[in-house]
């Protein structure tokens, strides 16, 4: 999966439209302590569909919103976006008319978030298996928080068993199977 935006306002420190270009080959984001390294990593997560709050060093999810500072009130809603090249059509197969997925998720103050694939409004689910169908997302492997090789290397054999699945690219079709039993 080839990221090849990510746009921010008013998440986290980020209170200024922001428009990362994230040009092919390796990435890399340096910063004195403080700048926003983390807070941009946790912003791809968010759009990624993280749900858990605490995992994003706040204590709810309205944390993400810029909360203000010493010269700037704060915002009542923040939005984050990323642009994904589906020329190779990576994505799922409703989505091989367009060359480019655009995902957003933009947060209320007290009134929860919403995600939109391509302008249209869809759920959190629909946003995770685009990511999950990649062998990507928010709690894969594919980001590598600090502590996280040690949790692996300590993990039961069940929770190790998700980190092979997800290599072996078969977690996409769990999420779906799970969404059949739902229905
Ligand atoms: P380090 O090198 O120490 O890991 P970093 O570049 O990863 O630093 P972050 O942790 O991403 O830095 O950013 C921390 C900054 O983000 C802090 O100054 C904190 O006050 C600010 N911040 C976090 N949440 C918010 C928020 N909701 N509103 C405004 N500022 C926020
Ligand atoms: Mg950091």
Redesign the pocket.
């Known amino acids: 999966m080839i990221l090849t935006r990510l746009r921010l306002l008013g998440f986290?420190?980020f209170?200024e439209p922001t428009d990362f270009v994230i040009e092919p080959g390796l990435t890399g984001v340096v910063?004195?302590?403080?700048?926003?390294?983390?807070?941009?990593v946790?912003a791809l997560r968010w759009v990624m569909g993280e749900n858990s709050y605490k995992s994003m060093?706040?204590s709810s999810m309205d944390?993400?919103?810029?909360?203000?500072?010493n010269t700037r009130p704060?915002r009542n809603n923040a939005e984050v976006a990323i642009l994904i090249d589906n020329k190779e059509r990576s994505a799922p197969a409703q989505f091989n008319d367009t060359d480019q997925l655009e995902i957003a998720r933009r947060i209320e103050r007290e009134s929860g978030s919403a995600y939109r694939i391509n302008g249209k409004e869809v759920r959190a689910r629909d946003v995770q298996i685009v990511f999950a169908d990649a062998s990507t997302g928010a709690r894969s492997p594919a980001l590598v928080h600090q502590g996280r090789i040690g949790e692996i290397i300590q993990a039961k054999p069940e929770q190790r068993r998700r980190v092979l699945e997800e290599a072996a690219g078969v977690s996409g079709l769990h999420a779906r199977r799970h969404e059949a039993e739902l229905r």
């Open positions: 986290k420190s209170v910063g004195p302590n403080g700048c926003g390294k983390s807070n941009l946790e060093r706040a944390d993400v919103i810029f909360s203000g500072s704060a």
